[in-house]
């Protein structure tokens, strides 16, 4: 049985090629919704929420409702599933469903792997391979995503995310067509498209280079002229100088018009081309980043290579411009990529000494900042100052993007300076201020996340709440995964603080099933463990079965030791552990040293572990990071104390 979903158009069900009723208006918004999630699990209560104009009434009335609404649309997708066997499709996982389909099964899924897969050039042998993935993915856009779907907040949302892929992927395959010769079928495609989006210099760009390699010099130019036209009557807006110099080729005959040439895709001049796709794939990687999951890794990916190709040239304006265009907010200190953070680093290092002097404020303070976001959770006392070089450049252009850059760099960067949490609220609130005067809802985003992270960690869990609250509502209407699993765990937390052990336990596991649907190792490599090795702690039970794996097994291991019975080992790891990082869990991993001190009798290492925690005595371990905690910090001074650590 092949079964498939399209919501490129209204939402319709497929199954061997005849569409299959999905029941009635809720079981349609019910997979609709799953659909949106591509198989990453939804919570109960946010689908109930989704489904229903009123979040958060009748909660227990609306679960028995969406159970029901869930087992007649199970019974649709699969009519030949036995009594008692599980479900293959439709699933219940912890704390919510999920809709598992094969890759290609549904349609906006296969659209966004085209353009995912076009935004690096493929081998010569696999570019038709692309161009017909991305043919194939265009074909399948049949109007208005959920078309037959009432305006809910999320229905809005994945329609603007879906529209800005599907433009992307028009002139995805118009490179391609470009590519291949086929200048024709590259116009048919453009013409609507740019129309429709006048605001798309590169879809203006595409359709004239094409009328211009059909022969039609006169209608290029036409189409370029119009252009300026429609951005200055349209947003008030002057051409960009890739269709300012696209002009004056299609002019004077430029022999780099001439097509198809190997190299880039988008070849308008020599110079011009590679600048236009260099462009386009930061372009690309924005959007693959926001739209999260194993798109996280593919947007890196682009952005190095990018940023490399770039340097490469010899342009270091044309470098930092393209290293600097990748505007994606960063809210955790551990990087997913260390690599590609430190290739970015290097990059962006070296072009502001190529710059010299003579650089803009604009783009020095921009690459200083790409430094501080990338070079996190290090002890660099050069990114430190690359931050705050940053701001105080941004707030003398009066530029608000490049401020909320540079202050996403300076919160990244406070993390070197334990007992930083009131900065970092002041940095939160100030980014929230600026994203909503000027409409950066990414940064918004930030603003709220910082702001829970810093309340929890000062264990102002009210405002913790409602900052979690607001990010979440922001990332609705921008389409954000990432958002409601970082939530998910701060309320794991929260409630961890007072929860008896196994229920605490439970929904550790549950945000982390959540959180399996984000690529992102950076944040979630050993995080679990981590967390109910926590919640053992501070229940005073075994840690038998605890992992020690990822980030955290240095201070993790010598515990699991001690828990076995081998104090030697427990003694040598613990003298091999390092010093922590200067990252969200810094406390954290001093209080599990303190912990280690405090069972091997270790004077030494519980007078370094208090003097680092001295620090932050008013913080709860960790829970600055929104994520995972060991209790008031307070306490572990408190007990260290009794140990003899207290300096003289």
Do not use: C, K
């Amino acid at each position: 049985m092949e079964l498939r979903v399209e919501v490129l158009g209204p939402v319709r069900v497929l199954r061997d090629g005849a569409e299959v009723d999905p029941g009635g208006p809720r079981q349609r918004e019910l997979l609709a919704r799953l659909a949106a999630a591509r198989g990453r699990p939804v919570p109960f209560d946010r689908l109930a929420d989704d489904l229903w104009d009123q979040p958060g009434a009748g909660t227990g009335d609306r679960r028995g409702a969406l159970a029901t609404f869930v087992g007649d649309l199970r019974r649709r997708l699969e009519p030949d599933r036995a009594p008692r066997t599980p479900p293959r499709v439709l699933v219940t996982v912890h704390g919510g469903y999920a809709l598992r389909l094969p890759d290609d099964a549904l349609d906006a899924a296969r659209l966004e792997e085209a353009v995912a897969r076009a935004s690096s050039p493929p081998a010569a042998d696999a570019a038709s391979g692309t161009t017909r993935a991305l043919e194939d993915a265009v074909a399948a856009w049949r109007g208005e995503p959920y078309g037959d779907l009432p305006d809910r907040a999320w229905v809005l949302a994945e329609r603007r995310h879906l529209a800005q892929v599907h433009a992307r992927a028009v002139e995805a395959l118009a490179e391609g067509l470009l590519a291949e010769g086929r200048t024709a079928r590259a116009v048919a495609t453009l013409d609507a498209h740019a129309a429709a989006h006048p605001w798309r210099e590169r879809a203006w760009a595409l359709l004239a280079l094409a009328l211009y390699r059909e022969g039609r010099q006169a209608d290029a130019l036409d189409v370029l002229r119009r252009a300026r036209r429609r951005l200055a009557d349209d947003l008030g807006l002057d051409p960009g100088p890739e269709l300012a110099r696209l002009e004056r080729d299609v002019l004077d005959h430029a022999p780099a018009l001439d097509g198809p040439t190997p190299g880039p895709r988008l070849a308008v001049t020599a110079p011009t081309g590679s600048r236009t796709h260099l462009r386009s794939t930061v372009d690309v990687a924005r959007t693959l980043a926001i739209a999260g999951g194993d798109h996280l890794a593919t947007a890196q990916q682009q952005r190095v290579a990018a940023a490399l190709a770039a340097e490469a040239s010899g342009d270091p304006v044309l470098t930092a411009r393209i290293v600097t265009a990748y505007d994606v907010p960063a809210v955790w200190t551990r990087s997913d990529d260390p690599a590609a953070a430190d290739a970015l680093v290097g990059v962006a290092r070296r072009t502001l000494r190529r710059l010299g002097p003579d650089a803009s404020a604009a783009l020095r303070a921009r690459l200083l900042a790409v430094v501080g976001i990338e070079h996190r959770g290090t002890r660099d006392a050069w990114a430190w100052a690359a931050a705050e070089e940053a701001v105080g450049l941004a707030r003398d252009l009066g530029d608000p993007g490049t401020l909320a850059l540079a202050l996403n760099a300076r919160f990244l960067q406070s993390f070197q300076r334990p007992g930083a949490g009131a900065e970092r609220e002041r940095v939160g609130a100030e980014l929230v201020g600026l994203a909503d005067a000027h409409d950066l809802p990414t940064f918004a985003i930030l603003g709220h996340l910082v702001r829970m992270q810093a309340a929890a960690g000062a264990g102002r869990f009210a405002d913790a709440d409602a900052h979690a609250a607001a990010a979440e509502d922001v990332a609705a209407g921008y389409e954000s995964p990432v958002v409601p699993m970082l939530t998910a765990w701060y309320r794991a937390m929260r409630d961890a603080e007072t929860a008896p052990p196994d229920a605490a336990a439970r929904a550790y596991r549950a945000a982390d099933d959540l959180l399996a649907g984000v690529r992102m190792p950076g944040v979630r490599d050993g995080l679990l463990p981590l967390a109910l090795l926590t919640v053992r702690l501070r229940h005073g039970r075994t840690l038998t079965g605890i992992a020690a794996d990822g980030p955290y097994a240095p201070w993790v291991e010598p515990l699991l030791a001690l828990d076995a019975g081998d104090r030697d080992a427990a003694a040598d790891l613990a003298r091999a552990a390092p010093e922590p990082p200067a990252d969200h869990l810094r406390e954290l991993r001093w209080a599990l040293a303190a912990e280690t001190a405090a069972r091997l009798g270790d004077a030494d290492l519980a007078r370094r572990a208090r003097r680092a925690l001295a620090r932050t005595p008013d913080e709860l371990a960790g829970a600055g990071s929104g994520l995972v905690s060991l209790g008031p910090v307070r306490l572990w001074l408190d007990r260290l104390d009794g140990l003899g650590s207290r300096p003289a």
